[in-house]
């Protein structure tokens, strides 16, 4: 292959745009004249140098990423990976991602694979042959997964909101257990003593992570851990409804707070709350899991919630991609910390 | 640039895949003709050609598609700009943008741009360099926007959920006076005779749009407009609970039906019909707008809702897409149709 080949190759792109040949043609040199001034590569007299560019930016020619990313062997581009078909998880984690690697002139591939194994090792072969300098992997669900095999032409690989079988493999996950611990602290603080938890599918890692802290805080703080206030479901407002039902209609004792899995589990735990008439957060706090504004903020009363700080993980992902690339060696399983959004239905002593 | 010096880098990359070199070396050819060999171009004897694509195999070498897109000139990939930060508008396009253009094996990048023109203006920038074959815009809300200028290398360009004030420009959105008119039709059929329209503020094309699929609804079918019954205001659960107190309140006539402008306005409305204990649907039937599962499906009763088919529409725009690179011209803005999903809310003969 040579310029000429590629010019005017790109002479027949049905584009207007202008070709390397129009930029030699004006400048009256050669093709091979332009690539150099262009690459700033090979020995040229200064001013056919400027010339050159000089044209060039008068033509508007725009040196082609494509032909220059084969001088650099580095194409400055990324593969995303998603699993979660760019769910309300993924998203957060994608806009922290791509802010991250744009500023570095980092452009992403976002491809979908929606748990289709098939799919995603189609997406993958793809990406490589478009040379993409890291791949990040992203799930719906932080559990840990098979590992990519990326054959003879490994690249740098970031797992975010997911992890990898793979023990070397770098992984960023929000800290489950902590998250679960500070919602459990939080209403420990506001004098609560009888703390239920209304949560997710035992099957998601995330709901054994988030009950352990649950425990934990308790026992820490001299507090019981009461078996019948465990109450693992599934992730919707009507299971927050009839886990509510349960813990207050029997005859034993009932509890002052309620850490819930996620928002829409607190947000149906308010509202039957709100049908028993008994008060939130008056007789009963409660804390939710995500910070999902569309839910937390839209509850009678607003959630109170950890937030996963997903868009921060994204970002991290982003960085420790663009070091990877740059040739250090991560890897490991980092949980990041999660944080307290204060609402209404946690604090008694707030009027809502 | 020769092949010999793309080899040379390929052989710098960091990564352990084999180059082109590679393959002429044990293939006993020169570069040249694995060149040949790999493009399937220029005259090479039969037993040659395949001599070298069973090395090339054996090595695992992936003919590169960054050098072969120089012979094509055309680089299977576009750019998608989103302006809504990704946000659960956009995210159902993408997916479908995504599949039909993953099958044609053009793969997406997507920027994020979030309404910062500047930052808009260097992706767009950037992704010309990369040459992509294609790109499509999409916004927050299907409102006209300023068109892109792509400069002199324009390429086939499509708006999703957006709209461009280019008349040229191919723009498609969802048809929401048809969607509106399908939700107050649907109220009419169950015999529904004072409909009220609770909708988002007026700045937004598309509460201009469903207004006007309401009135004519209403007076197709020879009912009354009654002006105190149309009410804009905001997109938020607060806004259909107000909404609602103020239509039930005062002494006048009272609405036998809501025709709300999305699921959390009329979520709203159906949580404060219930704290006024009048039953929906018995006394009040609702539709509500975008079918989001996880307000409608959640709400007490779940939510008819109309669903804008976000999906087809992203597909329907890989399709036309595909079109405009492949030669040919398509142009005018597009309202595809909208559906009318059934919940508990509306019909007052089903039993929730």
Not at 50 to 79: C, I, K, M, Y
């Amino acid at each position: 292959m040579s310029s000429d080949s590629i010019s005017s190759d790109r002479g027949k792109s049905t584009r207007g745009a202008p070709t390397i040949r129009d930029v030699a043609r004006l400048a009256g040199v050669s093709i091979g004249t332009v690539s150099k001034a262009m690459n700033n590569s090979g020995s040229l007299r200064k001013e056919t140098r400027e010339r050159v560019v000089e044209v060039a930016a008068a033509l508007g020619f725009r040196p082609n990423d494509l032909a220059q990313s084969l001088h650099r062997g580095q194409s400055f581009t990324v593969g995303l990976i998603s699993n979660d078909s760019f769910g309300r998880f993924t998203m957060p984690i994608v806009e922290g991602l791509e802010a991250v690697l744009a500023a570095r002139r980092i452009a992403v591939f976002m491809c979908n694979a929606t748990d289709d194994a098939e799919l995603e090792r189609q997406h993958v072969e793809q990406l490589m042959g478009k040379r993409v300098d890291g791949l990040v992997f992203t799930a719906r669900r932080a559990d840990r997964r098979p590992h990519i095999d990326l054959g003879v032409a490994g690249v740098p690989t970031v797992y975010v909101f997911a992890q990898s079988d793979d023990p070397n493999a770098l992984a960023l996950v929000p800290d489950d257990e902590g998250g679960s611990r500070l919602a459990t602290e939080h209403l420990i603080s506001l004098g609560r003593k009888r703390l239920a938890h209304i949560t997710g599918p035992e099957h998601f890692e995330a709901v054994r992570l988030r009950r352990d802290g649950y425990r934990r805080a308790l026992t820490d703080a001299g507090l019981p851990v009461i078996d019948r206030f465990y109450k693992p479901g599934d992730w919707s407002e009507a299971y927050g409804r009839q886990a509510v039902a349960d813990l207050f209609s029997d005859d034993g004792e009932k509890p002052d707070g309620l850490v819930c899995g996620n928002d829409q589990i607190a947000r149906g735990a308010a509202d039957a709350l709100h049908d028993l008439e008994i008060d939130v957060p008056g007789e009963v706090s409660i804390v939710g899991f995500d910070n999902w504004e569309v839910i937390a903020g839209a509850a009678r009363p607003p959630l109170t919630s950890i937030d996963l700080n997903l868009r921060e993980l994204g970002a991290e992902a982003g960085r420790s991609l663009i070091r990877m690339i740059d040739g250090e060696k991560l890897g490991g399983v980092h949980r990041l910390p999660c944080s307290l959004v204060l609402r209404a239905s946690s604090d008694p002593n707030t009027k809502n």
